[in-house]
C-alpha cells in the first residue's frame, strides 16, 4: 500500500506540474534502493538503507524516469514510475542543480563550488565531469538538446562566498556529438550581468538578454559574437 502511495504521489506531480516546478517530498520511511557510488567515475552497486529529505522535479526522461536530487545527501534518485525501480546515484560532491536532457536520455548536475559540470547517461550509469565557470548557477537547454548555457542569475541565489567571479563570466557546454565521452566546454565573457537567454530554432545563435543590451553568440564559434547597446535616451 505504501509503495502504491509513492507510485500515485509522483504520477500526480508529472501531470500537475511544469517542467520548473519542484516540489518537497519528505519521508520517514527506509527504503531499499539499487545504489550507484561515483567517484572519479568509478561506479559500484550496493544495496544501502536512506531517509531522504528529497527535491522531487516532474522532469521526465523519455518518459521512463522521474529524476529525485537530494541537494543536502549528495545523492539522485531515477524512479522508474511503471515499474517503481529506484536507482540511486551518489556524488563524491555536492550537487544544486538538475537538468533533464531528454532527447539524449542524459541529465546534467551542476556543481558551482569547484565550477564542474556533470553529464550522466541514464541508460548506462556512464558519466562525465566537465569544467565550467565557477559559482554559475543557472542551466538553459537548446531545445535540440545541443547545448547548455550556464551563467549567473543574480536573482537565483546567493554566489558562494570565497570564490571570485564576475556576473558576466558564462561557459557553454557542447553536447552535440551523439557520444558522451566527446561533451565539450567553452568559458568566455558577455557584456554584463545576464537577464535572459535564448537559442535560436537550431541553435546556432544565442541572444543573451543583459542589463545594459544584448549579446548575440555564434553557439559553433564563441569567438563570433557581438553586443548591441541599449540607448538611455
Known amino acids: 500500500m505504501k509503495k502504491y502511495f509513492l ?15 519542484a516540489i518537497y517530498l519528505a519521508t520517514n520511511e527506509t527504503k531499499q534502493n539499487n545504489t550507484i557510488s561515483m567517484d572519479n567515475n568509478n561506479q559500484t552497486t550496493t544495496n544501502e538503507d536512506q531517509k531522504p529529505d528529497l527535491l522531487l522535479s516532474p522532469t521526465e526522461i523519455s518518459g521512463k524516469y522521474a529524476l529525485i536530487l537530494d541537494e543536502h545527501q549528495n545523492f539522485l534518485n531515477l524512479i522508474d514510475y511503471t515499474s517503481q525501480e529506484i536507482k540511486t546515484v551518489n556524488f563524491d ?53 545541443f547545448f547548455i548555457f550556464l551563467y549567473n542569475d543574480q536573482n537565483n541565489s546567493t554566489p558562494l562566498s570565497g570564490i571570485p ?36 530554432g537550431d541553435s546556432s545563435r544565442i541572444t543573451a538578454v543583459t542589463e545594459d543590451g544584448i549579446d548575440i553568440i555564434n553557439s559553433g564559434n564563441i569567438e563570433k559574437r557581438s553586443s548591441l547597446y541599449f540607448d538611455p535616451a
Not at 500526480?12 to 516546478?21: A, G, K, L, N, R
Not at 551542476?110 to 564542474?116: A, E, Y
Not at 556576473?167 to 565573457?189: H, P
Request: aromatic share 8%; charged share 25%.
Open 93 to 145: 560532491f555536492s550537487p544544486k542543480q538538475l537538468l533533464a536532457i531528454p532527447k539524449k536520455r542524459w541529465c546534467a548536475v551542476l556543481d558551482p563550488s569547484t565550477g564542474n559540470i556533470l553529464i550522466l547517461d541514464t541508460e548506462t550509469g556512464k558519466n562525465k565531469k566537465i569544467k565550467i565557470r565557477k559559482n554559475l548557477n543557472k542551466m538553459v537547454l537548446s531545445s535540440d538538446n
Open 165 to 200: 567571479f564576475s556576473y558576466n563570466e558564462v561557459s557553454l557546454v557542447d553536447l552535440s556529438s551523439s557520444k558522451l565521452e566527446s561533451a565539450r566546454s567553452s568559458s568566455f565573457t558577455v557584456s554584463a550581468a545576464i537577464k535572459e537567454v535564448l537559442f535560436s
Open 7 to 21: 507510485f500515485l504521489v509522483l504520477s500526480v506531480c508529472f501531470y500537475s506540474c511544469t517542467e520548473e516546478d
